[in-house]
Nanobody, 121 residues
Framework: QVQLVESGGGLVQAGGSLRLSCAAS????????MGWFRRAPGKEREFVAS????????NYADPVKGRFTISRDNAKNTVYLQMASLKPEDTAVYYC??????????????WGQGTQVTVSS
């Protein structure tokens, strides 16, 4: 199993920055990719960004492209989400997730408990 613990959330003014961290423990070698998702009040959980564990290929949701950057430190088993130019609509609980490869596809099997990000206008 893989355990994920997020940190770094908080309250920030619009236009500000935050960096989220996700520390992974356990059988981290089974993860193919790591990612960030978020759930805003009254909305469904949505994909934010992902990074392949080896190679480092990244993918971003359109609303955060150019503002958010995902990175990883495999030696520390930690994934980061650097968020800049934050907007009130970025307010959400942010979840770290770990994906396992299954044949030609991969599934998000592991989840952290979430960290709250609030952007004030």
């Amino acid at each position: 199993q893989v355990q994920l613990v997020e940190s770094g959330g908080g309250l920030v003014q619009a236009g500000g920055s935050l960096r989220l961290s996700c520390a992974a423990s356990g059988r981290t070698f089974i993860t193919y990719a790591m990612g960030w998702f978020r759930r805003a009040p009254g909305k469904e959980r949505e994909f934010v960004a992902s990074i392949i564990r080896s190679g480092g290929d990244t993918n971003y949701a359109d609303p955060v492209k150019g503002r958010f950057t995902i990175s990883r430190d495999n030696a520390k088993n930690t994934v980061y989400l650097q968020m800049a130019s934050l907007k009130p609509e970025d307010t959400a609980v942010y979840y770290c997730a770990g994906a396992v490869r299954r044949g030609a596809s991969w599934t998000w099997d592991y989840w952290g408990q979430g960290t709250q990000v609030t952007v004030s206008s």
